[in-house]
């Protein structure tokens, strides 16, 4: 039975109810690579998953700021689990600013039965994160064939719907969505990376794959006009980023509070009450609120601009731009961040925090590998060229 959630409010208390069940279980399951396919079927359950469909077709269409308080939210209890359903949503939009009236109905009817997205979008040996080789065949019926080796697939091994991108023979993208377990479609799980470990980022493999034509959706048209899709695929994931920071900040308190010894110069019985530890807490904790606050604003200035865009205001494509603008700064915060508190929070600990039975570094390899998504010297450059000398972010996906 799946739960249809209200509205904003109530989205944000499932969220932290099952941040809090998740996070009871997070080192465990990182430790010893179990696979959350419980933990995503409750996720599916809670409702989450259908928060952004339209009112209109039954769901709460919650509002952006709400949406990242909700992946901040599921990050900080596990951040595999708070990664998996980025694509989900990221393909959700896709849906939204390209699928036919059919195609939605059916869709967003998938997604409030609990139904998960994953993907099948970047290819390793391409020549940069924008190329594919992957090709959408055109058949006879009117129908497509695929053939192609996807990477980094998060969420593939645990979706009912993999989107695919490939090119047509116009050399567009679109995304084509294959349902798990048909003829052809393989995913293998295959990921390795330090971090992250169990969000099953493995390797798609399609083999001739059949696809009907109303199964694929143009997401070349995304770009043709002002847009803030490419901002809001990166605003998931920079909310992602803070909940790593959040809980780096959470469990490293908590070992300085219990595992620490103070050191015998500053005359304390506490290490929480040695003034430099203070001094250098706030300055960690100081971090992860910037990162926030700048959450928060990024998500307010996403939804300033999608009701600009719905409503054809004359500002829209400016306020389109600073939304990807905002979304650029909290992203190059919220990576600074996660990185930094999951680091520099050992030092405030002590060699007991360098032990394996706590797994806190599993935090520091959490920011490391989610942050490679795309670089952060990128985000700097657009904030820096829009402040700087007025020019735009591009319109290209990932700003």
Do not use: C
Not at 327 to 332: D, N
Not at 347 to 358: E, N, P, Q
Request: net charge negative; no cysteine; aromatic share 8%.
């Amino acid at each position: 039975m799946v739960d249809i959630i209200s509205g904003d409010a109530e989205a944000l208390a499932v969220a932290a109810r099952l941040g809090e069940r998740f996070a009871a279980g997070a080192s465990r399951r990182d430790a010893q690579r179990i696979l959350p396919a419980d933990e995503l079927d409750e996720l599916s359950e809670s409702g989450l998953l259908g928060i952004t469909v339209p009112k209109p077709h039954g769901g709460a269409e919650v509002s952006n700021r709400t949406l990242g308080a909700v992946f901040r939210l599921l990050a900080a209890g596990d951040s595999s689990i708070g990664q998996i359903p980025q694509n989900h949503f990221f393909f959700l939009g896709v849906l939204a600013h390209n699928g036919t009236p059919e195609q939605l109905d059916f869709f967003y009817r998938e997604v409030l039965a609990g139904k998960r997205f994953g993907n099948a979008l970047a290819e390793a040996g391409a020549k940069n994160a924008h190329a594919f080789e992957t090709k959408l065949i055109k058949q006879p019926t009117g129908d497509f064939r695929i053939s192609g080796t996807k990477n980094y697939t998060t969420g593939a091994l645990f979706a009912h719907w993999i989107p695919v991108f490939a090119v047509d023979e116009d050399g567009r993208i679109n995304a084509a969505f294959v349902p798990a377990g048909a003829d052809g479609l393989t995913v293998v799980d295959d990921w390795d990376g330090i971090g992250q470990r169990t969000t099953a980022s493995g390797t798609v493999l399609l083999e001739d794959v059949l696809v009907p034509a109303d199964r694929v959706v143009p997401y070349h048209r995304t770009f043709e006009k002002a847009e803030i899709f490419g901002a809001f695929g990166q605003y998931l994931h920079a909310a992602i980023d803070v909940g790593i920071a959040d809980a780096a900040l959470r469990d490293g308190g908590a070992a300085v509070r219990e595992l620490s010894r103070p050191w015998w110069e500053a005359g304390v019985e506490r290490t929480a009450e040695e003034p430099l530890v203070v001094q250098r807490f706030g300055e960690l904790a100081l971090r992860v609120r910037a990162a926030g606050a700048l959450l928060g604003e990024a998500g307010d200035a996403l939804d300033a601009a999608r009701h600009a865009l719905d409503a054809g205001a004359a500002d829209a494509d400016e306020l389109a731009a600073e939304a990807s603008v905002a979304v650029a700064a909290v992203r190059a915060q919220a990576d600074e961040a996660a990185v930094s508190v999951s680091s520099e929070i050992f030092s405030l600990i002590g060699a007991r925090a360098a032990r394996t039975g706590r797994n806190l570094d599993r935090h520091w390899r959490n920011a490391r590998t989610h942050t490679l998504h795309d670089p952060r010297r990128w985000k700097v450059q657009h904030l820096g060229n829009h402040a700087l000398n007025g020019i735009r972010p591009p319109r290209n996906g990932i700003v």
